[in-house]
Nanobody, 127 residues
Framework: QVQLVESGGGLVQAGGSLRLSCAGS????????MSWLRQAPGKEREFVAA????????YCADSVKGRFTISRDNAKNTVYLQMNSLKPEDTAVYYC????????????????????WGQGTQVTVSS
């Protein structure tokens, strides 16, 4: 069993930065690939970034590439999303989610495709 708790969200002006954290419990956290997804009001859930269990492979969606960076520290059971040059369209609830395997080119958004989800953290970017 893995429990995930996100933190670090908040209100920031356009062009600013935030770092989201997702703390995982359980001895098996380091064996899971981790992802960040987001959902804005009235919009479909969007895949943002993924990282393999070792941290050796990462992926960022085109909408955030060059601005967001995903990383993890398995010693701390934590995955991070560094968000720079934030835009109003980045406003959403951000979720971290765990999958047993990382598959290149496969970045699902459906809840049932993941083994565990966090509760989400709100990010609001003002113009």
């Amino acid at each position: 069993q893995v429990q995930l708790v996100e933190s670090g969200g908040g209100l920031v002006q356009a062009g600013g930065s935030l770092r989201l954290s997702c703390a995982g419990s359980g001895r098996t956290f380091s064996t899971y690939a981790m992802s960040w997804l987001r959902q804005a009001p009235g919009k479909e859930r969007e895949f943002v970034a993924a990282i393999s269990s070792s941290g050796g492979t990462t992926y960022c969606a085109d909408s955030v590439k060059g601005r967001f960076t995903i990383s993890r520290d398995n010693a701390k059971n934590t995955v991070y999303l560094q968000m720079n040059s934030l835009k109003p369209e980045d406003t959403a609830v951000y979720y971290c989610a765990a999958r047993r395997y990382y598959t290149n080119g496969y970045y699902p958004t459906a809840r049932e495709k993941y083994d565990y989800w966090g509760q989400g953290t709100q990010v609001t970017v003002s113009s």
